[in-house]
């Protein structure tokens, strides 16, 4: 320690000065900079105070107080709970449908659903039609193989438990609308295998949904149910009976049943999400993915239980991820969404990629409004061949910009020729559940196949939504309720070239006078 270099007295107080800690100020001030200094740019640098959205971020020297470094770690927690939920997404839509299946009766490597008297809006399903026979399975290869055997003539994907494409079947599958067996490998199964008799598949997942159409020839419901009935299997792949057969499949008729497949929008998501990584291999997504969920608490083999602090930033989060999902899907802000650029009629493939892709680009905002929307990814909905599968188009607002409103009326008029070779049709949804409005139409719409439509004298048709048919236009209406908000899909089934070429467009939907 310093001596004290002098002592002055003041009666009796003595004041004693030590030079080293009055003048090591003035000698920091004046001190030349160390020999290995740099020039330092002051944008590398923290300033003591910064002003952010989450409030006031102070320092000392770089380093943060414990009000920032708290509300820097509430502020990343809530911002990877967004992202949970816009790339967690595809995983519990599976989730729902698939637990929606079971409630009903419809268990995984048995059960086939089926829509024998079509669809309706008693079944909360996201955006399905009402024109065709749904055919539904759920899959889960923890146990082994399992072989699914598809009816000829139907068409439709089977999708891994992140909603990634593994197949088709049916006419754009393999068997070519022939049918056939498919067989469904476990990730990483190394066992043996039949080698001849079905089409392989071997999905990163163990969880899988199948949905095929089985399509309605004439009006007749019912010969496209039978055909479904005689050939479509589930089992697993050594599960044969005593005589060497494969066991019945259970089919369970889901029309008019009242079962919910839709994931949730609340804290709730988080924990069907959980339910899926539990599910499945530890690296069923990339690492990336994987680490975004374990960020949250949300890991293989362990248990989610976030604390009252990290359930609160959670449910904050989905709440905000939950609303630009729906303004990405109501007012996107991608004009590449846009079909036509003079319409409101959008389509989340833009570029025509299933996979949301343009180049080395990953479309965020397109992905994410397809899975908010839809369900089923396949190559054959997105690149459609002239003549072939189905053409979406989806209006959520008038020709105006404005929503649709339930209690008013609207029309639309379709240029004819319509380019669709077998037939086109609309169908509405209500805005809250994205599944079929509720009405006293149990269509939910109208196809070209209805009876009663009548074209225009130039060809052209003209559909009516609203809440109260107009006299004479009965063939040609849509029913909406007052107080619900809708919107519309137009299915063209086997669009052809006028429709790839743009040179034919739908008008807007507008509100009638």
Do not use: H
Not at 13 to 26: E, G, K, R, T
Not at 80 to 106: N, Q
Not at 141 to 170: C, E, N, S
């Amino acid at each position: 320690m310093s001596k004290p270099l002098r002592v002055r007295r003041v009666g009796q107080l003595a004041s004693v000065f030590f030079w080293p800690v009055l003048i090591a100020p003035a000698l920091a001030q004046s001190a030349p900079p160390p020999k290995y200094s740099a020039d330092i740019p002051s944008y590398i640098t923290t300033p003591d105070s910064v002003e952010t959205r989450i409030g006031t971020l102070k320092f000392n020297n770089g380093v943060p107080d414990e009000k920032t470094i708290q509300a820097v770690y509430d502020q990343i927690d809530f911002g990877r709970g967004i992202e949970a939920f816009l790339k967690g997404m595809p995983a519990t839509s599976v989730y729902a449908g698939c637990k929606g299946m079971d409630s009903v009766g419809v268990k995984r490597n048995q059960g086939i659903g089926i829509t024998e008297d079509l669809m309706d809006a008693r079944s909360l399903f996201l955006t399905p039609n009402t024109t065709t026979v749904y055919v539904i399975s759920c899959i889960d290869l923890k146990d082994g193989p399992i072989v699914v055997q598809v009816p000829p003539g139907v068409l439709g994907p089977v999708d891994d438990a992140y909603f990634r494409w593994a197949t088709d079947v049916g006419l754009t599958g393999p068997d070519a609308g022939r049918g056939g067996k498919y067989l469904f490998v476990p990730p990483g199964y190394t066992g043996t295998l039949p080698t001849d008799g079905y089409f392989v598949v071997k999905p990163k997942t163990n969880g899988l949904i199948a949905f095929y159409r089985a399509f309605v020839k004439g009006g007749d419901i019912a010969a496209a149910v039978r055909n479904v009935k005689e050939y479509a299997k589930i089992f697993p792949l050594y599960g044969l009976t005593d005589a060497g057969d494969p066991p019945a499949p259970s089919f369970v008729n889901i029309s008019g049943l009242k079962f919910n497949t839709i994931s949730s929008n609340t804290f709730r998501f988080y924990e069907e999400l959980d339910a899926v990584v539990q599910n499945e291999p530890a690296d069923f997504v990339d690492p990336d993915l994987v680490g975004l969920f374990a960020a949250i608490g949300i890991q293989k083999g362990k248990p989610f239980a976030p604390d009252a602090r990290m359930k609160a930033i959670l449910t904050d989060a989905v709440a905000v991820a939950n609303g630009f999902a729906r303004a990405n899907l109501f007012s996107s802000r991608d004009p590449r969404t846009k079909i036509y650029p003079d319409r409101q009629w959008v389509t989340p493939f833009v570029g025509g990629s299933y996979q949301f892709l343009s180049g080395a680009e990953r479309l965020l905002d397109a992905e994410a409004m397809f899975f908010y929307y839809a369900t089923g990814i396949t190559p054959a909905m997105s690149m459609a061949k002239v003549g072939t599968g189905s053409a979406y188009a989806g209006a959520f607002r008038d020709a105006k910009g404005d929503e649709f409103d339930g209690g008013k009326t609207y029309k639309i008029t379709l240029p004819g020729p319509i380019p669709a070779k077998e037939f086109w049709s609309f169908v509405v949804y209500d805005n809250q559940t994205r599944s079929l409005l509720e009405t006293d139409q149990k269509d939910a719409g109208i196809d070209s196949n209805a009876k009663g439509m009548k074209k225009n004298a130039d060809g052209s048709v003209t559909v009516w939504f609203g809440p109260k048919t107009l006299a004479g236009q009965e063939g040609n209406w849509v029913q909406t309720i007052p107080g619900k908000g809708w919107n519309v899909l137009l299915r063209l089934y086997g669009p052809l070239e006028p429709w790839f070429e743009k040179s034919w467009k739908p008008g807007d939907i507008e509100l009638a006078q």
